[in-house]
Every structure is written in C-alpha cells, then in structure tokens.
C-alpha cells in the first residue's frame, strides 16, 4: 500500500515538473511513457507484492456489534476464515516466511470456505428420519432458543405427515446454544419431538449462509432419497395442500428444479448500516444472479449435494439466498417461476382480507401470527 502511495506521488510530481521547461509534443510523449509505465507497475505489484498486513474480517466487514463474535472466530479457529483474506493470504505466507508446504496448506484452505459444510459436524442428528421414504422434506433454519417458533410449527403445518397422500417431514437446524443449560434444554427438547438437527457454528443471523449450507449438507448426506424439499424460515405459514398440488403436477420438474418467490436484478447493498451490507471484498459484483428469497423455496432434492460441491468454488457472503443462486448460477441451472407466482406471498398487509387458503408461503412474522393464520385457513373449510 505505500509502495503504492509513493508511485502515484512520483506520477504526479512527473507531470507537473515537466510542464515547466519542455516542449508541449515531447511532454505528450512523456506522460504516456509514464502513464504506461504506471499501469505496468501497478498491475505487477498487484499480483506479485506481498501483503504485509493481513486483511481480516473485521477490516472488510467493519460491523461493531460484530467485532467480537468475529474476532473471537479469529483468533480461535484462523483457517476457517482465510477465505476472508482471499489471495492475499498467500502473500501474508510469504512475508512470515512460511514452508511452501503450509503455503500449499493455506491455499487449499482458501477454497474450503466457512460456509461449506465440511467444516461443521452434527451435534443431534436424526439420520434415520428419512428412512421412512418422504416425498417433502421440510428444513426450517432457526435460532437455539426460539422454542415458541417451533411449537407454533409443531402445532400448525409442521405436524401434517401426509398430504395428498404424500410423506412429509418438518426439521428444525440449529447452530450452537452458547450454554451448557440452553443445551441440555434443547436435547430435551430434541428427545421430546425428534425434530431437531444441530450443527457446531456460531449461531446468528450473519451466519446464515452457514446454517443454509449444512441443510443442504444433511439433505445430500442423510435424505437423498426424498423427492422435494424445502427451505422455510421459521416465521411462515405455509398451504402444503397448494404446495403439494404444485410438486404433484405433470408439469413440475423433478431435477434442477427450485422455485419460490424470484428475485431479479438485485443490487447488492452496500450500506453499512444495513442488516444486508454485503462488502465489495466477499461479493464484487453490482447485482446478485436470480434467485429465489429465502422465505421459503422448493427444490427438487437432486440439488443438495450439487449446491454443496459448488459451494466449494464459490467465496461466501452472509446473504443466504443470493448465495445459493450464485451456486446455482455455477451450476447453469435457473430458478423456475412458480406455475402461479402470486402463490409464493412475502408480507398479508390484511391477513383477514386475504385468502390464506389460496396461498403457497405468506410471511406471518410470528410464532402466534403463525398459529392465527392457520386457523384463520383451518377454520374456513
Ligand atoms: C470502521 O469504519 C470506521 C469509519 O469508516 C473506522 O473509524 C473504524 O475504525 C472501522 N472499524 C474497524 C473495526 O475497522
Ligand atoms: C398433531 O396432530 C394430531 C392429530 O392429527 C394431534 O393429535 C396432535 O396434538 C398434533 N400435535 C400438535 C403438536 O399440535
Ligand atoms: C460464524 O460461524 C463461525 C463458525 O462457527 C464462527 O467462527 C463465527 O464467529 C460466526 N460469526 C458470527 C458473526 O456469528
């Protein structure tokens, strides 16, 4: 960086010196020269300077009340995060003088990114649920401790088994308690229902690219045989009865099929103060790929362990959905618009107004909100 600095001063020091005492064509000539010479230089050290001071994820993402959750993931597990430093930490190797077999480490740890999936392990698991052959698997990522939110599931659309005689099974992914005592009221919670998984990453919502990858992950390594599935979030009401009817038709596709809500043309936001902030550095580009939001889509379940594999080429960023379509993206494969999009609703400005049982998703926003507008459907049969 200050090699850098000085160069540009050194560019410009040239051209205002010269202007004084030569003629105005050799100046032209000159200041091409140097402007060339410039870019030359800039581009080499580009990508052959070593880097003496590592990037790290707190310079990139700069969100205080993240700093310490971060730098805590830092200094305690630092490969998981080299993806954050990108090629720079090659660099980082070269200064502190590194053998070329860690250098060589390091690399490939660069491509095993935070989000994938090999890197986390199951801390309870259900890897007999499947056995029982469900045609919809139902994946609803949520926080340890919202246990009103998976009651209000367990009692509404998470507690059908079968519809249009078709197997259907709800799991709850959670990350880390952070307490001994919120665990062993989950693992009551877990031998109570047998509903919930549970993986070893920093549970918050910033990590939900994580949580998303490993119900990916479970899907591919414990429910391959399932024929659909999909990703809720915890705050739906979800019509499984119209769901069904979609996946069950002659016209829906059963591989490299995912449909939802579509989101097109999305900048991506770079306002720090946002919940969205995503930095230049984890996604450059303007716009994210079509996607699907993340409220809730249905994918044919051929795609797990193919999102999984592309994932590992694929630098993460905290924006869940957008993530899996730049996985889908790399996979050529294009999110479907449902056969009647306005079946896929975000938020019921007047749930009473609205007709819930012509719905696929709606966002109810809480635990009672859920259980209020299955009622409101239940009730109107
Ligand atoms: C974040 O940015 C602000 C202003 O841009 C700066 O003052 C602060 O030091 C930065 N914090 C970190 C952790 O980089
Ligand atoms: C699930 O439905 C069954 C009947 O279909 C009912 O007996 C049971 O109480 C329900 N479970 C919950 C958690 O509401
Ligand atoms: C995300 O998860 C990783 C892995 O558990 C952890 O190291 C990191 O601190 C988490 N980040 C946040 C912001 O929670």
């Avoid at 003629?23 to 870019?39: H, Q, R, Y």
């Avoid at 980082?92 to 392990?121: C, D, G, L, M, W």
């Avoid at 998984?197 to 119900?215: A, E, G």
Wanted: glycine share 6%; net charge neutral.
């Amino acid at each position: 960086m200050a090699i850098e600095c000085i160069r540009k001063r050194c560019c410009l020091a040239h051209g205002r010196v010269s202007m004084g005492y030569i003629k105005p064509g050799f100046v032209v000539l000159a200041t091409l020269a140097t402007l060339f010479l410039c870019i030359f230089a800039y581009i080499y050290d580009f990508s052959l300077m070593p880097v003496t001071h590592p990037r790290t994820w707190f310079n990139i993402v700069n969100q205080t009340k993240l700093y310490n959750a971060v730098s805590g993931g830092l200094s305690g597990k630092i490969n998981v995060w080299n993806f954050l430093t990108n090629q720079q930490t090659i660099g980082i190797s070269t200064t502190e003088k590194k053998t070329t077999a860690s250098i060589r480490t390091e690399y490939i740890f660069i491509h095993q990114y935070v989000a994938h999936p090999s890197n986390y392990h199951f801390i309870l698991d259900e890897p007999d649920k499947c056995k029982q052959d469900p045609f919809l698997v139902l994946m609803v990522p949520v926080a340890p401790h919202e246990v009103n939110a998976r009651n209000a599931i367990r009692s509404t659309w998470g507690n059908e088994s079968s519809v249009q005689g078709k197997a259907v099974l709800t799991l709850f992914l959670v990350g880390l308690t952070g307490g001994a005592e919120a665990q062993q009221q989950l693992e009551e919670e877990s031998r109570q229902h047998r509903d919930l998984l549970q993986s070893n990453f920093v549970d918050s919502y910033f990590n939900l690219t994580i949580k998303t990858m490993v119900i990916m992950d479970w899907l591919a390594t414990r429910c391959s045989q399932a024929t659909f599935s999909m990703k809720v979030d915890s705050d739906m009401y979800i019509n499984l009865e119209n769901l069904m009817s979609v996946l069950l038709s002659p016209n829906t596709p059963r591989q490299n099929y995912i449909t939802g809500y579509l989101m097109w043309d999305q900048y991506v936001i770079r306002d720090k103060n946002s919940k969205w902030y995503v930095s230049v550095e984890l996604y450059p580009e303007s716009k994210y790929p079509t996607y699907v939001l993340g409220m809730g889509y249905v994918f044919s379940n051929d795609l797990p362990p193919k999102i999984v594999e592309a994932s590992e080429a694929i630098k993460p960023f905290n924006i869940e959905d957008a993530y899996v379509g730049a996985c889908l993206k790399r996979l050529g494969i294009n999110p479907s618009g449902a056969p009647n999009p306005s079946q896929f609703r975000t938020y019921v400005n007047d749930p009473k107004s609205t007709d819930l049982s012509k719905l696929i998703t709606a966002i109810a926003g809480s635990p009672e909100k859920v259980i209020e507008f299955w009622q409101n459907v239940k009730g109107h049969k």
